[in-house]
């Protein structure tokens, strides 16, 4: 039987019309309307366009944003300091370094100069340590999507066994946390298995996996021989790959080959309209509760 789909496009315009009316709530009551700060550096396309995506969603729910674009050329020190301005504006909620950053910028080293009161990406080590302990926190908005999507479709993962495929920072491990703890009220509560590029057989752990959770990178990575039959798979990959039929000369794709897997599998994200509008409604409601001061009370 073909796998039924988890639509991320229809819970995320939940979430956001949940955002929207607690935006309008904060204006009924004379307050501002959350901001949210991008800061993209450089012109790599894929970022542009992730930009893009955020600041319409900021516009349909009522937060405010600015995006400012930075030269590739800036230096870290730069950088840091046109960050330590917005952290002491208190007209601003939320920073976002847009990534991948330039090669001489050290990511993490610019994250961690964010205030974490204003992360809302929820990368922030603070944030990240607040996790993997089980403390109020912004949480990374990928996983923390994933999460809204068991919740939504009530697809439980206490003791299931999870595999999460791909073992990022962003992504990949902080999955691998919330799949794991022992105290998350609905999700969580699984036996998490965590690969990544160095893992030998990846079948051998793909193919025991009640929950596959995949943020590789790699097109094509997850193939039906490679899961059990009725194992729900949730596909972060975004990957463009050549298309010289569409009129942008690519097209979008997961890491898991949709077509084969979604004939074995109980449930499906599709690519695109899976993972990608969670991970941007997730970061609305971040920017909410940030400034509703809901995480890190004054
Ligand atoms: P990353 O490059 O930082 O990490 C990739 C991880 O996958 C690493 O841990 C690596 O070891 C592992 N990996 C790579 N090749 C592998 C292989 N052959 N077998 C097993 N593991 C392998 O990537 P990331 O930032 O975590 O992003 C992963 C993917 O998810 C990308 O396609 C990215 O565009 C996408 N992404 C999507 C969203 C979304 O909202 N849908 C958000 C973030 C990232």
């Known amino acids: 039987m073909p796998a039924q789909l988890i639509d991320g496009l229809l819970v995320a315009a939940g979430i956001k019309r949940e955002v929207q009316a607690d935006v309008a709530g904060l204006l009924a009551r004379g307050l501002r ?36 674009i930075l030269p590739d050329t800036i230096s870290e020190k730069s950088l840091k300091a046109r960050i330590a301005e917005l952290n002491a504006d208190d007209e601003v909620d939320g920073i976002l370094v847009q990534l991948p950053l330039p090669d001489h910028l050290t990511p993490m080293s610019v994250i961690e100069s964010i205030d974490h009161r204003k992360d809302v990406d929820g990368f922030h080590p603070m944030n990240v340590g607040r996790l993997a302990l089980n403390m109020p926190g912004f949480r990374s908005c990928t996983p923390a999507g994933i999460q809204e999507l068991f919740k939504h479709y009530m697809i439980p993962t206490k003791a299931k066994h999870a595999v999460v495929v791909g073992a990022s920072n962003i992504v990949g491990t902080p999955m691998a946390l919330m799949l794991s703890r022992e105290h998350d009220s609905y999700n969580g509560k699984a036996t998490t ?27 094509n990575l997850i193939t039906a021989p490679m899961v059990k039959e009725g194992v729900v798979v949730v596909d972060v990959g975004m990957n463009r790959v050549a298309d010289h039929t569409s009129e942008k000369g690519y097209k979008l794709v997961g890491d898991v080959d949709f077509e084969g897997v979604s004939q074995k599998a109980s449930w499906i994200t599709p690519v695109p309209g899976g993972v990608g509008p969670m991970t941007v409604a997730m970061l609305m409601k971040n920017t909410l509760l940030s400034a509703k001061k809901a995480v890190y009370p004054d």
């Open 33 to 68: 309307p959350p901001h949210l700060r991008v800061l993209l550096i450089g012109s790599h396309p894929a970022s542009k366009a992730y930009v893009t995506s955020k600041v319409r969603a900021c516009a349909e729910v009522g937060i405010t944003s600015d995006t400012e």
């Open 193 to 219: 298995t965590i690969c990544h590029k160095y893992t030998k057989d990846l079948t051998a752990h793909t193919i025991a996996a009640d929950i596959l959770i995949v943020a590789a990178g790699q097109p």
